[in-house]
């Protein structure tokens, strides 16, 4: 039986417009352009999302290509606040600009962190313009990765996360920037409550905020085949311990992981859940006689 909260379609991409267009629901499997399938590993990409029981869909993802950076890819998640349109908008901006950096990225004259920081300044002051011609309060999370064939780079403010898997094992997760999150920092709350808490939606840090955002960075040079990133809102995450997705992740290819994170999310919220959205990535074996 068809799942009436989930549809997919492949697409597979060509040319220097490396881009998985953007679904309103399911999820959407690629194959990523030639150069990214390097001697060390081939990499699969999935974007999954769903409205949840929201009115608007306000999350944000893409994984994109770049003309100048041959053999990197950039994913970007981010989750959009702000009432009706505002936090849509939000999120829009952070892909546009996302996209349109990264599409000018040349690694040979820009680190990775700078990018990732200006692309990150950029969409806090265009976040910021639009809520002082619109008369709107709009903001947004973000996680982004770039992975290109010896490093994974990552960024992220707010609640919005990236894991990091090897095999079955968690490598490392983001620590979100929210209140809950702060308040077990000072040893007031454990995980347990904070999962429960009425103040778990609070962050600490967004884009398009009268303060400056708060980022973390980070990297791996240990990246592999078998090793899977995962970049997803709180619609995703708020419903799995992270043994769960650890399990899951591993436990198919990216488009039927993405199929049943979805399904095992919505089943979860009981009617009463928040946009979904994450972009999966799995580092697959290369193919032989690359």
Known sequence: MANP???????????????????????????????????????SACI?????????????????????????ALAVVADGMGGRTGGALAAEQVLTTSRALFDDF???????????????????T???????????EPHSTFAAMVIQPDVASWAHVGDSRLYYFKGSRLEFRTTDHSYVEHLVKLGKLDREGAARHK??????????????????????????PGDSFLLCTDGLWH?????????????GPARDVSESLVEHARYRARGKGDNCTFALLKLLEPESGS
């Open 5 to 43: 909260h989930f549809h997919s379609q492949p697409a597979h991409m060509t040319g220097e417009d490396g881009v998985i267009p953007f679904m309103s629901r399911g999820a959407m499997p690629t194959k990523l352009p030639s150069p990214l399938a390097t001697k060390r590993f081939r990499l």
């Open 48 to 72: 999954g999302q769903h409205i949840g029981d929201r009115k608007e869909q306000q999350d944000r993802a893409g994984v994109f290509t770049s003309k100048r950076a041959t053999g990197c």
């Open 106 to 124: 040349n690694p040979q004259h820009q680190s990775v962190t700078d990018l990732l920081s200006e692309i990150i300044r950029e969409a806090h």
């Open 126 to 136: 265009v976040i910021q313009l639009t809520a002082a011609t619109a008369e709107k």
């Open 199 to 224: 103040m778990g939606h609070v962050l600490t840090s967004a884009l398009g905020t009268e303060k400056p955002p708060v980022v973390d960075f980070g990297e791996t040079r240990d990246i592999a």
């Open 239 to 251: 419903y799995f311990t992270d043994d769960e997705l650890a399990r899951m992740v591993t436990s």
